[in-house]
């Protein structure tokens, strides 16, 4: 039974550029959320996507856009990128109607580094 | 703003014996509480959770206890083991149905064989 995968695990990119980070949800699992960790920092809440809509936002600026497919993998598309957007972004899935706080599975995330 | 505030970053406790990892917020629309564990190169991992209607909830060697008029809450691990050596983070949402977890920054956990 495969967990939440993400990738890439890990991606550099400069100042301005766009990236897409990507991640397949826990088999059965039809909901998604990104989360942003900053170093020394926990984990902050970015979007949560269920239904291919986005349901709930966190306080991120219209440059954090994301995306839900059929098949409920999930997109975070990151325009503009700025220096403080470095950080471990993770993926967190869950089956909605379930009691999903204690059934949030987390992938192992995508480590960003912009120059 | 922290609303979730874990104020020890590190802690080291011998094998066997209590670990006690503690938890403040200031919003007092919280009503449910999670504890996470992580590893290196892994995604947090849930471990134990608690509603505002309840004091304690217990799960093998893993207690959290909250205190609502304190706005606290701990984890104890007794007793500890080397493989609970990781980072936890307190979690903390507001409201049924919403998938915002506020996390606080964590406490890494060293335990000592």
């Known amino acids: 039974d495969a967990g939440v995968t993400q990738s890439p695990t890990h991606l550099i990119k400069t100042r301005g550029q766009q990236v897409t980070l990507r991640c397949s949800p826990k088999s059965g699992h039809d909901t998604v959320s990104w989360y942003q960790q900053a170093l020394g920092q926990g984990p902050q809440f970015i979007f949560q996507y269920y239904e291919e809509e986005e349901r709930q936002r966190g306080n991120f600026p219209d440059r954090f856009s994301g995306h839900q497919f059929p098949n409920y993998s999930s997109e975070l598309n990151v325009n503009a990128l700025l220096l403080g957007d470095s950080a471990l972004y993770l993926c967190?899935?869950?089956?909605?109607?379930?009691?999903?706080?204690?059934?949030?599975?987390f992938g192992e995330g995508s480590r960003l580094t912009v120059l | 703003d922290q609303q979730v505030k874990q104020n020890s970053p590190s802690l080291s406790v011998q094998e066997g014996r209590i670990s006690i990892l503690n938890c403040d917020y200031t919003n007092s629309m919280f009503d449910y509480f999670l504890w996470y564990k992580k590893y290196p190169a892994e995604g947090p991992t849930f471990l134990i959770s608690?509603?505002?209607?309840?004091d304690k909830n217990e799960d093998g060697r893993f207690t959290v206890f909250l205190n609502k008029s304190a706005k606290h809450l701990s984890l104890h691990i007794v007793p500890s083991q080397p493989g609970d050596s990781a980072v936890y983070f307190c979690?903390?949402?507001?409201?049924?149905?919403?998938?915002?977890?506020?996390f606080g920054k964590g406490t890494k956990l060293s335990v000592i064989p």
């Open positions: 979690a903390a949402i507001t409201g049924a149905g919403s998938y915002q977890l506020t």
């Open positions: 608690i509603s505002s209607i309840k």
């Open positions: 967190a899935s869950s089956l909605y109607g379930t009691d999903y706080r204690r059934e949030l599975f």
